[in-house]
């Protein structure tokens, strides 16, 4: 399903204002993804308000952290299609889910937050597990 900008434009808008960069396109999940070296955090971000609702927050929480990643990137599950299925195979093998949250060191995956693992709880419950990934991986 592709849904209209004006649906998802305020949900891109509250990542790219603190300084998330959007993956729109395959070649921008590639550039950035191949790159292998340093830490990243991808979020796969969605419409649906009872999970993204949260994770959306947790991820901004995130940015915040003492330790975190050096780059914060998101691709929209059901706008930017393409960059989302090429998004999806660098989050092999979990099967694809909207929201989900996905941290990568030097281009191998490390850490996966799935939607059922986001839905009903808190933001804040959620960027404390990001905390914890970051207090490992990030320097």
Do not use: W
Not at 1 to 24: D, Q, S, W
Not at 81 to 87: E, L, R, Y
Not at 88 to 103: K, N
């Amino acid at each position: 399903m592709n849904y209209p900008e004006e649906i998802c434009a305020p949900m891109r808008a509250e990542l790219t204002a603190v300084g998330f960069i959007e993956l729109k396109t395959t070649d921008d999940v590639t550039t950035l993804l191949e790159k292998k070296e340093g830490t990243l955090l991808l979020m796969v971000n969605s419409v649906c308000g009872c999970a993204a609702g949260n994770a959306r927050p947790a991820v901004k929480m995130a940015t915040e952290f003492e330790k975190k990643p050096d780059v914060f990137a998101t691709v929209f599950a059901g706008q930017d299609i393409g960059a989302t299925a090429k998004a999806r195979e660098y989050m092999l093998p979990y099967p694809p889910s909207s929201p989900s949250i996905a941290v990568f060191k030097h281009g191998k995956l490390v850490h996966f937050i799935e939607r059922h693992h986001i839905e009903g709880r808190a933001a804040e419950m959620i960027a404390d597990n990001l905390k914890g990934c970051f207090d490992q991986i990030c320097i």
